[in-house]
DNA sequence: ACAAAAGTGTTCGATATACACCCATGT
DNA sequence: ACATGGGTGTATATCGAACACTTTTGT
């Protein structure tokens, strides 16, 4: 039996929250996007392999993930019977990724808005985006998807991303607050026209996540 | 690689969560207890393996199953490479088991009190048991540890045992009705020397779970 | 009559939501 | 001076926790 790992990358690109799709090259779905992932090798534990998936198609190596789910339906990949364990990732909108891998076409979709994907891939991205909302209720996960310094609004635009809704900008903060998690850096991010924004960095804590 | 679950079955016997153990009779961890599971068959999906394994321990089938974490650190298993689908089971308290199974010696631990097991299996029990902690209290899982028709100190009985604390009896109810989920049956128990109690089943919801 | 478990409301603090105006900066 | 996003507080509704007495039955 086969035992592969696939892994959800997700990202803040253009204010929304985008997911990284390779392009398949061969059948089958030979053309249709699909979540990267691999077999997992002899000596590595389920998320080494996904890390190193993760830095195979992006370059980016110490970032948040997290099991998903495991997949294993009999017929989901048509080539024999395979047992994919789904993670999901996030990458910080900072990060420069390599553009496109060298083996395969890849490219960044907005998680909403995405081509129908190979094999069982659209019911693991769905899987991931669940868990991805409820997370971000009661844990700190949306932090990972910011540069190390950050604003707050720049941080609640995340969280709008992905709840795909307006929050109130007072309510926001004052539970950032509660959270006591940020740590005001002192400086400010001078964007332009208008009135600078304080920067915040997170702090770290044992404890959520 | 080789697939196999493992399933957690939970059931509540004299008032307190207990777990279906199995005594290895070969090596590795001969004469140790585990946690029942098994290979994946070619044509089963991981949910049907983990059913089976299920009906195999306890000859039981109809019952709450749920996917819960896969494990497959290499060196798990000193004979190979083995990743493990972990489920968890609820078995209603009601249910008339199997004693013991013809193949292997089989008993229930309660939940906190149990020997140290076999592989990496003291990890998955406790993961099972934090995740049955948290749905708890979100979800109706509690409903399937009882039997169809039951009384409310018996429902509050079985938070009481999962959660390790003593409820409160008019709060516990109120939340109850807040749910509702409770159908009451018209119906009484007389079990003594004392007042009756209203039997309720619970209602079928599509939420919740 | 009494022993034993069933059943029942109210108060209080904490938490979540709704809502509008002034501030600092660059041009 | 004005346009732009940054920053701040209060009032109300909702939810969870604490807490004690009366009712129904069998003996």
Same mark, same amino acid.
């Given at each position: 039996?086969?035992?592969?790992?696939?892994?959800?990358?997700?990202?803040?690109?253009?204010?929304?929250?985008?997911?990284?799709?390779?392009?398949?090259? =061969?059948?089958?779905?030979?053309?249709?996007?699909?979540?990267?992932?691999?077999?997992?090798?002899?000596?590595?534990?389920?998320?080494?392999?996904?890390?190193?998936?993760?830095?195979?198609?992006?370059?980016?190596?110490?970032?948040?993930?997290?099991?998903? =789910?495991?997949?294993?339906? $009999?017929?989901?990949?048509?080539?024999?019977?395979?047992?994919?364990?789904?993670?999901? *990732?996030?990458?910080?909108?900072?990060?420069?990724?390599?553009?496109?891998?060298? *083996?395969?076409?890849? *490219?960044?979709?907005?998680?909403?808005?995405?081509?129908?994907?190979?094999?069982?891939?659209?019911?693991?991205?769905?899987?991931?985006?669940?868990?991805?909302?409820?997370?971000?209720? =009661?844990?700190?996960?949306?932090?990972?998807?910011?540069?190390?310094?950050?604003?707050?609004?720049?941080?609640?635009?995340?969280?709008?991303?992905?709840?795909?809704?307006?929050?109130? %900008?007072?309510?926001?903060?004052?539970?950032?607050?509660?959270? %006591?998690?940020?740590? $005001?850096?002192?400086?400010?991010?001078?964007?332009?026209?208008?009135? $600078?924004?304080?920067? =915040?960095?997170?702090?770290?804590?044992?404890?959520?996540?």
């Amino acid at each position: 039996m086969l035992v592969t790992v696939d892994v959800v990358i997700f990202t803040i690109r253009d204010g929304t929250l985008q997911v990284l799709l390779v392009r398949r090259k =061969y059948p089958p779905f030979k053309e249709r996007w699909a979540i990267p992932g691999g077999f997992v090798h002899d000596r590595e534990t389920l998320e080494e392999a996904a890390l190193r998936e993760l830095r195979e198609e992006t370059g980016v190596s110490d970032l948040y993930i997290e099991q998903l =789910y495991s997949f294993g339906d $009999p017929g989901r990949d048509p080539r024999g019977r395979v047992v994919t364990i789904a993670y999901f *990732a996030l990458v910080s909108s900072a990060r420069e990724l390599k553009a496109s891998t060298d *083996a395969s076409e890849a *490219a960044w979709f907005p998680a909403g808005k995405r081509p129908p994907l190979a094999f069982d891939h659209d019911q693991i991205l769905d899987a991931a985006l669940s868990r991805l909302r409820n997370k971000l209720e =009661y844990t700190t996960v949306g932090f990972q998807l910011l540069p190390r310094a950050f604003t707050l609004t720049e941080l609640q635009r995340v969280y709008e991303a992905i709840l795909a809704k307006r929050l109130d %900008k007072r309510n926001f903060r004052r539970k950032m607050e509660i959270l %006591k998690v940020l740590k $005001p850096l002192g400086d400010v991010r001078r964007s332009g026209l208008k009135r $600078p924004a304080r920067l =915040y960095v997170m702090r770290r804590t044992k404890f959520e996540l």
